[in-house]
């Protein structure tokens, strides 16, 4: 559910049985703003702190997420649905992300030495910015917020976190890990804050910056009230990734690697395969082996650990996806699998496979958000990359061919996208810099460009000496 003006708690309802499960209390803007004071004060000590000190909490969140990976699994499943299977994917990522940055930060964040004849010793140096405010979606409740607060952390910096609302039992345990974990108590602390408290949490002099991952709405809010304190934000929006299938692709092995693509998170990820651009002479082909790929994900319950599709995360989403899938075939498409809600409790929609899918769809057009594949034809390998960069979004994109350097060229050169992959589905990775362009945001997390993003890179001259006189130029 989403948090609403009138709300006093974030209630938990269960996406695969539409019971409600544990309500929390919200918290006020006034507790937010004082979490915000209290996390400044702490996060002036911990800047002080070496690398080694820091990274000897980080590698203990490592350790406890592994501990407690099953109890966070089941976390998720209740939450949002997430498979049982899933979950556990999930907290073991976080834990080699914490793993990376731990042992890596300080390499990443070394000074900078630069040579500037006469002009002494210069070099650049890194120091964290402050208090982040995090605002993250539902999808990977514990993924997107330890791919935020590992390097963040590491960088010296604090946190508040606004999860989304349908996760507060998920927001709630990660404050906790930290703790459990010897985070200075006040660094890091999650706020049930109602979303249009937002704004107003910006303003707080204590924010230093903002990260949001989430809705193209959104992050256009928060860029806007950013934008107005002059305050840094990195966003990772929206994404309808195109795969382009080239004509000596092998259609089976490229329907594997889309249908893994497309049934990410069950299909609700902004980095998973929604547009399946092929060309006309593999055309048919494809449609068969996408189709015999797509039918391996069979709903069930998510507790189950033989599951590959859990349900939505809620009604209303689910609902909402079914609508783009019959306007889509109003306007043209054809149907080749699934598109049909079942008549059971919850949030449920099955595997879908849309061909035919053409301009002036919302299959085409939008961003589905759940499991429906969409099959584009294109004329050729120009036609194909047309159609994929024909679109607001710019996150994730993939190539399927059996030559390597075609792909390497399409992917290095031609498609706008912050992430080609070639031959396999586009994931992120804590040793790669993950992002996009256009509507899909701007700024990197991962590797040595996202640990920079919440950092002051500064410039250090240093002079055995002063001169007589000062420069006149600037």
Known sequence: MADSDSASVAQVINPATGEQGKSYPLTSLNDALQSADRAHAVQREWRKASFADRAAVIG??????????????????????????????????????????????????????????????????????????????????????????????????????????????????????????????????????????????????????????????????????????????????????????????????????????RMVNGGQSCIAGKRFIVVEPLKQRFEEAMVEAMRGYAMGDPADEATRLGPMQSVGARDEVHEQVEKSIAKGARLLLGGEVPDRPGAWYPATVLTDVAEGQPAHDEEIFGPVAAIIAAKDEADAIRIANDSEFGLGSGVLTGDIDRGRRIARDLLDAGMSFVNENVRSDPRMPFGGVKHSGYGRECADYGIREFVNIKTVLVKPQASSGGSAVE
Request: negative net charge.
């Open 60 to 261: 203990k969140v490592c350790e406890l997420l592994r501990e407690r990976a099953d109890d966070f699994a089941a976390l998720m499943t209740q939450e949002m649905g997430k498979t049982l299977t899933d979950g556990r994917a999930e907290v073991e990522k976080c834990a080699a992300h914490c793993d990376w940055f731990a042992k890596n930060a300080e390499r990443y964040l070394a000074d900078q030495p630069i040579i500037v004849d006469g002009a002494g010793e210069v070099f650049v140096t890194f120091n964290p910015l402050g208090v982040v405010l995090v605002v993250m979606p539902w999808n990977f409740p514990f993924w997107q917020v330890i791919r935020f607060a590992a390097p963040a952390l590491m960088a010296g910096n604090g946190a508040v976190l606004k999860h989304a609302s349908n996760v507060p039992g998920c927001a709630l345990a990660i404050e906790q890990l930290l703790k459990d974990a010897g985070l200075p108590d006040g660094l890091f602390h999650t706020l049930l804050l109602p979303s249009k408290e937002i704004a107003k949490l910006i303003e707080s002099p204590h924010i230093a910056a903002v990260t949001l991952t989430g809705s193209v709405a959104a992050g256009k809010s928060v860029a806007a009230a950013a934008g107005r304190v002059l305050k840094k934000c990195v966003l990772e929006l929206g994404g309808s990734d195109a795969y382009l299938i080239l004509d000596d692709a092998d259609a089976v092995a490229a329907a594997k690697v889309a249908a893994t693509a």
